[in-house]
Nanobody
């Protein structure tokens, strides 16, 4: 089992920045990849970014150039630095992890989510 705890969400004005954190505990073999997803009201959950243990990353086109994913393997923590935030970035952001290398699929554990609200 892996427990994921997100933090760092909140309310920010358009153009502002936030940094999300997700700390993993438990079976760390299942944290080979860690990712961020988001779900806005009335919309399906969408992929935002992911990072492998080795450091390889992939970021969705919708946030590329504004969001950066990183991780600290020693702390088993993944971060999402979000800059130039837009109102359309408003969503609940979820952290997830898995043991395979596919960036989009195969996430076994999920956090409870943290709300990000961007005001115009």
């Amino acid at each position: 089992q892996v427990q994921l705890v997100e933090s760092g969400g909140g309310l920010v004005q358009a153009g502002g920045s936030l940094r999300l954190s997700c700390a993993a505990s438990g079976r760390t073999l299942s944290t080979y990849k860690m990712g961020w997803f988001r779900q806005a009201p009335g919309k399906e959950r969408e992929f935002v970014a992911a990072i492998r243990w080795t450091g390889g990353t992939y970021t969705a086109d919708s946030v590329k150039g504004r969001f950066t994913i990183s991780r600290d393997n020693a702390k088993n923590t993944v971060y999402l630095q979000m800059n130039s935030l837009k109102p359309e970035d408003t969503a609940v952001y979820y952290c997830a992890c898995g043991s395979d290398s596919n960036y989009y699929f195969g996430y076994d554990y999920w956090g409870q989510g943290t709300q990000v609200t961007v005001s115009s």
